[in-house]
C-alpha cells in the first residue's frame, strides 16, 4: 500500500485485557520516521462508541463505533475474557471483523483476540496462535486453523496472530519493521527500552 501515514484501529471491548491493547498501541504511537514524521495514527473502536471498562476496571473512551469509523489500514483485535467469553457470541461483531478483512491491510490479533477471528472464519487453512492457555480452545473448537505452539506471533501475510498479552508488543514491532525496515524497529524498541524487551523479532 502507498502511503505516508497507516491508519491502526484498535478494537475495544468490556473486560478486554489492558496490556493487550495498550502494548500495540505504544508501539506504534511512538514509532517515529527519521524525518520526525510518525508514520502510524492510532485510534480506537467499540462496537457502540461507549466507555469501555477493561480489566481490573481500567475505563477508556474509544474514538470511534462501527457506524461512524474511518477506513482503517491495520486492525488489531485484542483478547481478555470479554473476548472469550462475550464478544465470541456476537454476532455484530463476527459480521465486522468478516466485512473489515476486506477493507485492511493487516487484520491482527493478541492473545486470545484469535478466537474471534477463527469464530469470524478468518483463520480457515491459515497458521495462527493464541494464548497459551487458550491454544487447546483454538484447536478443538477450530479444526480448521493450523494453530502454532511455542511461537510470539504468526505472520499470515494479511493476518498476524499474537500469543498472551505481552508477545502483542513483540508482534507490533514485527509489524514495524515489516513495513518500515529494521532500522525504524530498532529506534522505536530504543525509545520504549525502559519499558520494552524488544527481542529482535
Known amino acids: 500500500m502507498n502511503t505516508n501515514q497507516w491508519q491502526v484501529g484498535i478494537f475495544l471491548f468490556d473486560d478486554v485485557e489492558v496490556l493487550d491493547f495498550a502494548g500495540p498501541f505504544e508501539v506504534f504511537s511512538v514509532t517515529t520516521l527519521e524525518n520526525g514524521d510518525k508514520p502510524f495514527v492510532v485510534k480506537t473502536i467499540s462496537e457502540k462508541g461507549n466507555l469501555i471498562v477493561a480489566r481490573n476496571g481500567l475505563k477508556v473512551q474509544p474514538d470511534y463505533n462501527f457506524d461512524n469509523m474511518p477506513r482503517f489500514d491495520i486492525l488489531i483485535i485484542p483478547g481478555g475474557l470479554g473476548a472469550r467469553e462475550r464478544e465470541i457470541h456476537n454476532e455484530s461483531v463476527l459480521t465486522w471483523l468478516e466485512n473489515e478483512v476486506n477493507n485492511v491491510q493487516l487484520m491482527t490479533s493478541v492473545c486470545t483476540g484469535a478466537l474471534l477471528l477463527a469464530k469470524a472464519g478468518l483463520l480457515k487453512g491459515k497458521m495462527a496462535t493464541t494464548h497459551w492457555a487458550s491454544l487447546n480452545r483454538l484447536e ?17 501475510g494479511n493476518i498476524v496472530t499474537s500469543a498472551g498479552i ?19 524497529a530498532q529506534t522505536t524498541a530504543s525509545i520504549r527500552s525502559k519499558s520494552f524487551l524488544f527481542t529482535g523479532h
Do not use: N, P, T, Y
Open 166 to 184: 505481552s508477545a502483542g508488543i513483540d508482534m507490533s514491532f514485527h509489524i514495524v519493521k515489516r513495513l518500515l525496515g529494521s532500522g525504524i
Open 140 to 156: 478443538s473448537e477450530f479444526s480448521e486453523v493450523k494453530v502454532q505452539r511455542e511461537v510470539k506471533f504468526v505472520d499470515e
